[in-house]
């Protein structure tokens, strides 16, 4: 059993991945087997001034290029954030936030309002790394399931694939911020497992944000 | 378009994929004039690098000519004749502005996996493995070349492909295991490994002004090689001599200023397929052959450098850390940062100092590229090193086929 929940990790986190969504896989979680409040952390260092990063993390139609569980975020007429994540099997899952807190070019924080399915929240922080190293963000997301206790072991089994999703998520930024756009191997496009070679157009028509000229 | 596929262990196939196409505005596609079997390619031939998938294109020393370029590519145009170096990379991230181009932060969107295994990313690479990066290889007819406004080198008239395509690769990497020698006037070099990068080495050495470079190798026709081609001054041939008195011999007892290992080593490894938890925890467990770096390091002399350009994979055991410490030595390795040297090498090879054709012993077309590593690592009929050539002229372009 242990080692067939193992393999379900492996399976998450490797490159032919499963592709739930991070929120989506609490979500699942949570349902599951209760309750217990879930913060994860993860940080990059970008070569860029904080204030750009800032401007482009305060829009937030942004967030969707970098991040995966993200399909959409819009801003609502009473200036509330309007966010649509990437469910499981395609379904859709949706919640309005509101800002909390925001320091221009230094933080951003951000939480759901009430009647979100799975309530959350997330702050980015923004700090100048010595000597010219560019800035460091950290980025802090934090989702507090309902339902009852939650296996502590299952858990810790868990937690390891969202913090790397959330990090593949500002390494995306980074490219996006440094390079212009996300970069995008023969075999990193697509979702599921695919060899390094080209795809064919049909492929490629099913693949989202390609560039094609 | 057809391109050199890995099926599995000793399972190439050449067959017909789809042609690259455009993903970046920074992207160029380049037709495919000529291509190189690489040593490093022998780890994936054998199976011994993880993360390799069935159907992944081989190849990372090619070169061609430009047939299509993003809208973000301003320095490169159609017909362009070009090298490329085979790792990718930004050119805006902190390590590419240090020079660290085979450290790219950007350029391996599977950075994670290579975290797994190695704590930090480096650059992604050209044919080699999903966790640097999932590219497809050069040994096709066409290839993507992403941040093409950054790598590729345009190659001037005049000088053939056979003279500039190991700029791509080995020459650089030969170059920077001399250079990270620091050599100085009398200084003795020895060379582990007489493959085409240990030829580099070599040649490089006394390019470098070494006083005297010794290469140690197994096969006659290599160590004849490094003393007739490359320049070496002194062959051992390790199945015959001892390789540690030979070198106390021939150095009065100090041992060589600075040890070349352009050996590297078949790194057993699990594939990633497992997952990279299950690899990390098999690596471990695993030990490879560090034999030549174990020999460089006794060898060398105290306060001396250890340069290590072979490839490694993952963990070795049995380290002589007592050595290093004890004796005041210096490790230093890397892949090779090409991009750094693409320039400075190609105007040593148009001034007439070197003329890296000189480690061709095959060539082959694209479609006998199976065949061609099996010679090379059988080391049959003299086998040193095999250029595929790739176009043949019957490919449909790229542009073509993409309208449809």
């Given at each position: ?7 379900q990790?492996?399976r ?17 979680f ?21 204030a750009?990063?800032?401007q ?8 969707p ?13 009473t200036?509330?954030?309007r966010?649509?994540?990437k ?11 509101e ?13 759901s309002?009430?009647g ?5 929240h997330?702050a ?6 010595p ?9 802090t997301?934090?989702f507090?399931?309902p ?17 790397q999703?959330?990090?593949n ?12 756009d ?7 496009i697509?979702r599921?497992?695919?060899a ?15 560039v094609?000229s | ?23 970046n ?8 004039t000529s ?11 054998n ?7 069935r ?10 000519e ?8 301003k ?13 990718i ?24 996996m290579?975290?797994k ?5 480096p ?7 999903h966790m640097?990066?999932?590219?497809a ?6 290839a ?10 345009k ?7 056979e ?9 650089p ?37 070494a ?20 320049g ?6 390790y199945?015959?001599t001892?390789?540690y008195?030979?070198?106390?011999e ?13 050996v ?10 497992y997952?990279?938890?299950r690899?990390?925890?098999?690596m ?7 034999l ?8 060398c002399?105290?306060g001396?450098t ?15 850390m007592?050595?290093?410490v004890?004796?005041s ?17 190609l105007e040593?090879?148009?001034?007439g ?14 479609s ?12 049959d ?24």
């Amino acid at each position: 059993m242990q080692t067939h929940t193992q393999d379900q990790l492996v399976r998450g986190v490797s490159w032919f991945g499963i592709g739930i969504g991070l929120g989506a896989a609490v979500a699942r979680f949570a349902a599951t087997r209760g309750s217990r409040h879930v913060t994860l952390k993860t940080s990059v260092t970008i070569r860029k001034e904080p204030a750009e990063i800032y401007q482009f993390w305060r829009d937030f139609r942004n967030l969707p290029r970098f991040m995966s569980h993200v399909a959409s975020v819009s801003e609502t007429s009473t200036g509330h954030l309007r966010w649509r994540g990437k469910g499981p099997a395609g379904r859709p899952l949706t919640w309005e936030a509101e800002i909390v807190a925001d320091r221009p070019n230094e933080r951003i924080a951000w939480r759901s309002l009430e009647g979100a399915l799975l309530p959350n929240h997330g702050a980015v922080l923004l700090r100048r790394a010595p000597q010219g190293r560019g800035t460091e963000v950290h980025l802090t997301v934090g989702f507090e399931p309902p339902g009852g206790a939650l296996a502590a072991k299952v858990v810790r089994l868990f937690e390891g694939i969202p913090e790397q999703r959330l990090n593949n998520d500002l390494r995306r930024l980074k490219q996006i911020l440094e390079t212009g756009d996300v970069v995008r191997s023969d075999a990193s496009i697509h979702r599921g497992l695919h060899a390094a070679r080209p795809s064919s157009t049909k492929e490629l028509s099913e693949v989202e944000g390609t560039v094609r000229s | 378009m057809k391109a050199n596929c890995w099926y599995g262990k000793h399972d190439l196939r050449v067959e017909e994929v789809p042609d690259p196409q455009i993903l970046n505005t920074r992207d160029a596609i380049v037709k495919v004039t000529s291509t190189a079997i690489c040593g490093s390619d022998l780890h994936l031939y054998n199976a011994y690098i993880p993360s390799l998938e069935r159907g992944d294109i081989l190849g990372h020393e090619f070169m061609g000519e430009v047939v299509e370029v993003g809208s973000d590519v301003k320095n490169l145009s159609v017909g362009d004749r070009v090298v490329v170096p085979f790792p990718i990379a930004c050119g805006s991230c902190a390590a590419c502005m240090s020079g660290l181009w085979s450290l790219c932060e950007n350029s391996n969107p599977n950075a994670w996996m290579a975290e797994k295994l190695w704590g930090h990313s480096p650059a992604g690479l050209f044919g080699y493995s999903h966790m640097l990066g999932g590219y497809a290889g050069g040994q096709a007819e066409y290839a993507r070349v992403p941040f093409a406004d950054v790598g590729p080198l345009k190659i001037p008239d005049g000088l053939t492909d056979e003279q500039v395509l190991f700029l791509s690769d080995i020459f650089p990497t030969g170059y920077m295991g001399a250079e990270m020698c620091n050599i100085t006037p009398g200084d003795v070099i020895a060379v582990w490994g007489a493959g085409p990068v240990g030829q580099f080495a070599i040649a490089s050495a006394k390019m470098l002004g070494a006083e005297r470079v010794i290469a140690i190798d197994r096969f006659p026709y290599r160590l004849r090689m490094a003393l007739s081609k490359a320049g070496a001054t002194d062959i051992i041939n390790y199945e015959e001599t001892d390789v540690y008195e030979a070198l106390l011999e021939m150095t009065g007892g100090r041992g060589p200023d600075s040890c070349i290992d352009a050996v590297g080593m078949e790194a057993h490894a699990p594939n990633l397929m497992y997952g990279v938890d299950r690899a990390k925890q098999s690596m471990m467990l695993e030990t490879d052959r560090p034999l030549a770096l174990r020999q460089a390091i006794r060898a060398c002399k105290n306060g001396g450098t250890i340069s290590v350009i072979g490839v490694y994979g993952g963990f070795i055991d049995k380290f002589p850390m007592g050595a290093i410490v004890n004796r005041s030595l210096t490790l230093k390795s890397g892949q090779c940062h090409v991009h750094r040297y693409l320039k400075p090498l190609l105007e040593r090879i148009v001034r007439g100092e070197i003329d890296p054709s000189f480690v061709i012993t095959h060539r082959l077309p694209l479609s006998e590229a199976p065949r061609g590593y099996e010679m090379f690592l059988n080391k049959d009929d003299g086998c040193e090193k095999v250029v595929l050539k790739a176009s043949n002229g019957f490919a449909v372009s790229p542009s073509m086929s993409a309208a449809s």
